[in-house]
Nanobody, 116 residues
Framework: QVQLVESGGGLVQAGGSLRLSCAASRSTSIINHMGWYRQAPGKQRELVADIGSGGTTDYADSVKGRFTISRDNAKATVYLQMNNLKPEDTAVYYC??????????WGQGTQVTVSS
């Protein structure tokens, strides 16, 4: 079992920034990918950004150039720095980790609201 604790969501004006954090309860030696997904009301959950154990990153086209994903393996934590936020970024953001045994775990979600 892996517990994930997310933090950093909130309300921000358009153009502002937020930093999300997700701390895993287990060592990153068993973790492969760490990522962030989001789900807006009435929409399907979508990938925002992902980072592999070697540091390879992947981003949704809608956030490229504005969001940066990073991970601190010593702290078993993944971060999402979100800059130049737009109202369409409003959603519940979920952390997800994929273990090397192909098991996946989700965080509880954190609300991000961007006002225009």
């Amino acid at each position: 079992q892996v517990q994930l604790v997310e933090s950093g969501g909130g309300l921000v004006q358009a153009g502002g920034s937020l930093r999300l954090s997700c701390a895993a309860s287990r060592s990153t030696s068993i973790i492969n990918h760490m990522g962030w997904y989001r789900q807006a009301p009435g929409k399907q959950r979508e990938l925002v950004a992902d980072i592999g154990s070697g540091g390879t990153t992947d981003y949704a086209d809608s956030v490229k150039g504005r969001f940066t994903i990073s991970r601190d393996n010593a702290k078993a934590t993944v971060y999402l720095q979100m800059n130049n936020l737009k109202p369409e970024d409003t959603a519940v953001y979920y952390c997800k980790v994929d273990l090397r045994n192909w098991t996946s775990y989700w965080g509880q979600g954190t609300q991000v609201t961007v006002s225009s």
